[in-house]
């Protein structure tokens, strides 16, 4: 129940773009209103780190690595949270996982394979 869905991983070429969204059609508006998100990524053997995050308030914010290349946004009409990715680099290969938070409760999706070819 509450569960995010992320879509719009791939295959693209170094120096292309993707545009990620995770959406979360089961709850409804107040609570995605409430709701703080985020989007991390992980690739094999390692932790799971941060990539941007957006408050309640729309306040973001982003890991350095990603500055001035991904940009987080949503849609409350459309209870849907987006990371548009500039630019990529291989090192970006990963899945990428989008996170809600609700209070202390934290839901994840099921993750996008993002891969870029150098």
């Known amino acids: 129940q509450g569960q995010p869905v992320e879509s719009g991983g791939g295959l693209v070429q170094a120096g292309g773009s993707l545009r990620l969204s995770c959406v979360a059609p089961r709850i409804i508006l107040s609570v995605f209103w409430s709701t703080s998100m985020g989007w991390y990524r992980q690739t094999p053997g390692n932790q799971r780190e941060l990539v941007a995050t957006?408050?309640?308030?729309?306040?973001?914010t982003y890991a350095d690595s990603v500055k001035g290349r991904f940009t987080i946004s949503k849609d409350n009409a459309k209870k849907a949270l987006y990371l548009q990715m500039n630019n990529l680099e291989p090192e970006y290969t990963a899945v990428y996982y989008c996170?809600?938070?609700?209070?202390?409760?934290?839901?994840w999706g099921q993750g996008t394979q993002v891969t870029v070819r150098s």
């Open positions: 957006i408050s309640t308030d729309n306040t973001v």
């Open positions: 996170k809600h938070q609700r209070g202390q409760s934290t839901y």
